[in-house]
Nanobody
Framework: VQLQASGGGLVQPGGSLRLSCAAS????????IAWFRQAPGKEREGVSC????????YTADSVKGRFTISKDNAKNTVYLQVNSLKPEDTAVYYC??????????????????WGQGTQVTVAS
């Protein structure tokens, strides 16, 4: 049972990336999946979440309008489309399963199956 994040890289300000979080050992109907990020010297920040059954979404105000979460149940993968990137978006981005809450509200329950993280660096 694991999540594997990928898709990060070095991008110029204003650029875009699509991050992927592939699940194995369970399906996306089992858990809500959330994206977090952590920059050096800063606390981990919840970025976005997608619910397990109805696929409701939550996106933090800091990235709303620029980041979009989605999922492909056939591929068992959650995506985070990150657009209009800014230097302050530089961080390691992680995905995790919320094994306690089915829907996304911005508050998280018990988080498990953390992926290894993917580095996003925004610099000119």
């Amino acid at each position: 049972v694991q999540l594997q994040a990928s898709g990060g890289g070095l991008v110029q300000p204003g650029g875009s990336l699509r991050l992927s979080c592939a699940a194995s050992g369970f399906t996306l109907d089992d858990y809500a999946i959330a994206w977090f990020r952590q920059a050096p010297g800063k606390e981990r920040e919840g970025v976005s979440c997608i619910g397990r059954r109805d696929g409701n979404t939550y996106t933090a105000d800091s990235v709303k309008g620029r980041f979009t979460i989605s999922k492909d149940n056939a591929k068992n993968t959650v995506y985070l489309q990150v657009n209009s990137l800014k230097p302050e978006d530089t961080a390691v981005y992680y995905c995790a399963a919320d094994i306690e809450r089915s829907r996304c509200t911005g508050y998280y329950g018990t988080l498990a199956y953390w992926g290894q993280g993917t580095q996003v660096t925004v610099a000119s």
